[in-house]
């Protein structure tokens, strides 16, 4: 009975990662095209994961989770601060959003090909 806990705990992980990883660039086409199938078509988003590289990828997310430690442990140190502490948190919140969202499209942007511009067009 352990060995199938530890076993679905482990496809459960697997599926975790899975999800995270493609869920991301997902959303990212999703809001970009404005299609849900778009959002979802798992075979274009692994050719954009191709195109910028798994590792550089997997880099970009693991540096940008480092990050949102840091973020947390500092909302933690400013909330313990009495009467505006939680008003500090508010300030900094909206600050780190944008920087989730537009570190995220630019991993993105690395994997699109990006249109060239012609002299004509300038």
Known sequence: MLLL????????????????LL?????????RT?????????????VTIRTMGWLSYILALVIFAVTAIIYGIITSVLSFIPYIGWVLVL???PF????????LTLVYDQGVAQPVLSEAAV
């Open 5 to 20: 806990v530890v076993l679905l705990i482990l496809v459960a992980l697997v599926l975790l990662v899975t999800v995270l």
């Open 96 to 103: 780190f959003s944008i920087f989730f969202a537009r570190y």
């Open 91 to 93: 300030i900094i919140a």
């Open 23 to 31: 869920g991301i660039l997902g959303a990212i086409r999703f809001a």
């Open 34 to 46: 404005g299609s849900i199938r778009e959002g979802i078509r798992i075979s274009a988003i692994v």
